[in-house]
């Protein structure tokens, strides 16, 4: 990714982060709108998932950056859910419903910023999704 573009997704999803709502909002719409992610999310400690996946979208931004490991750590959370029989198709659900709590955690959102933020996040899917491939 462009260094300049990263530094804005970095800048942004700071942002997203500090605001409280989103992790909430975020899992309310991604659980809520279908019942087959709700049934993989029906024993989950959700404090602990929240607090995990705000972690994950820095990470993602350090393998955007190359930060050494990133990616195999990426891969491996890849395998994880493979193992656990997400499926590739669940991942654009969940793009929809990160994008848009961005959007509205975001004061500076705008269509540029959402172009960056699908670079950015599907870089890290794309890391994900090796695992799916063997
Ligand atoms: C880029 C996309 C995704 C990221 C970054 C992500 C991130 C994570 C992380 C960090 C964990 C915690 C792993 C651990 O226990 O340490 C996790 C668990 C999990 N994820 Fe994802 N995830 C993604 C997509 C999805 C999708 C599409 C689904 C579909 C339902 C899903 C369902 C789950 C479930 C069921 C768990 C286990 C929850 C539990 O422990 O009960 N994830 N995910």
Request: net charge negative; with cysteine.
């Given at each position: 990714?462009?260094?300049?573009?990263?530094?804005?997704?970095?800048?942004?999803?700071?942002?997203?982060?500090?605001?409280?709502e989103f992790l909430?909002m975020?899992?309310?719409?991604?659980?809520?709108?279908s019942?087959?992610?709700?049934n993989?999310?029906?024993?989950?400690?959700?404090?602990?998932q929240?607090?995990?996946?705000?972690?994950?979208?820095?990470?993602?931004?350090?393998?955007?950056d190359?930060?050494?490991?990133?990616?195999?750590y990426?891969?491996?959370?890849?395998?994880?859910?493979?193992?656990?029989?997400?499926?590739e198709?669940?991942?654009?659900?969940?793009?929809?419903?990160?994008?848009?709590?961005?959007?509205?955690?975001?004061?500076?959102?705008n269509?540029?910023?959402?172009?960056?933020?699908?670079?950015?996040?599907?870089l890290?899917?794309?890391?994900?999704?090796?695992?799916?491939?063997?």
């Amino acid at each position: 990714m462009a260094e300049d573009d990263l530094e804005r997704f970095h800048l942004s999803l700071e942002r997203v982060l500090a605001c409280k709502e989103f992790l909430d909002m975020f899992y309310d719409s991604f659980i809520g709108n279908s019942d087959r992610v709700k049934n993989f999310f029906k024993h989950t400690d959700m404090a602990r998932q929240k607090r995990k996946l705000s972690t994950t979208l820095r990470l993602i931004t350090m393998a955007a950056d190359d930060s050494p490991g990133a990616d195999i750590y990426l891969e491996y959370l890849g395998k994880y859910h493979h193992d656990i029989k997400v499926t590739e198709d669940l991942f654009d659900q969940w793009l929809v419903a990160l994008i848009d709590s961005a959007k509205k955690c975001d004061p500076k959102y705008n269509d540029e910023l959402e172009a960056i933020w699908r670079t950015a996040i599907n870089l890290g899917i794309q890391h994900m999704h090796k695992a799916y491939e063997h």
